[in-house]
């Protein structure tokens, strides 16, 4: 789930809850991953581990995303 910019505090939370409120009526679960734009990431999980693993998936996928722009960015398969 995406969360575009909002001022820390009381404004960005009223952003992340919006935005959990919509995504929950549109899956029916909560995501297991929010972005918020210009201050990192959420995991969530119902363990530790489940986060710690949640947390590495994104890096590793993150990073290879990165490492396409080497090559002129991701080619998606349509």
Not at 68 to 75: D, E, K, Q, S
């Amino acid at each position: 789930m995406y969360v575009p910019y909002a001022e820390p505090g009381f404004n960005l939370a009223i952003a992340i809850l919006e935005r959990l409120q919509t995504n929950l009526a549109r899956w029916d679960s909560p995501p297991r991953v929010i972005l918020l734009q210009n201050h990192g990431m959420i995991a969530l999980g119902e363990t530790a581990q489940d986060v710690e693993m949640i947390t590495a998936v994104f890096i590793k996928a993150a990073r290879i995303l990165a490492g396409t722009t080497a090559f002129g960015g991701p080619r998606y398969l349509s």
